[in-house]
Nanobody, 128 residues
Framework: QPPLVESGGGSVQAGRSLSVTCTAS????????LAWFRQAPGKEREGVAI????????SYADSVKGRFGISRDNDNTAWNLEMTDLRPEDSGMYFC?????????????????????WGQGTQVTVSS
């Protein structure tokens, strides 16, 4: 059972905004980080954003820097990936996951650092 569940997403035109939500459904190590990943058809899963679970520190992939941001609810049970100025290349299935904050897990937002089951994801489609 994945400890995190994705929701939201949808279809928008390029230049518009959209958010996806990650909700905790199971236990997550408090010292862990939370990251958003995406995967387009035929491509590898890539990390786009990572944040500490209890704090405001975050980091973003170069491809989304300045356009995506992470917000959270007050009790740290839900995190939103807020996406602005969307581009067709942002399309894909979006996933969230808990992972270590150490080393390459943070700097590369590496999917290989995820040690729990992945959720089903939520689809984001951006049309030109």
């Amino acid at each position: 059972q994945p400890p995190l569940v994705e929701s939201g997403g949808g279809s928008v035109q390029a230049g518009r905004s959209l958010s996806v939500t990650c909700t905790a459904s199971g236990y997550i190590e408090p010292a862990a980080c939370l990251a958003w990943f995406r995967q387009a058809p035929g491509k590898e899963r890539e990390g786009v954003a990572i944040t500490v679970l209890r704090g405001a520190t975050a980091s973003y992939a170069d491809s989304v820097k300045g356009r995506f941001g992470i917000s959270r609810d007050n009790d740290n049970t839900a995190w939103n990936l807020e996406m602005t100025d969307l581009r067709p290349e942002d399309s894909g299935m979006y996933f969230c996951a808990a992972l270590s904050c150490a080393g390459a897990c943070w700097t590369r937002i590496s999917p290989s650092c995820v040690r729990h089951a992945w959720g089903q994801g939520t689809q984001v489609t951006v049309s030109s």
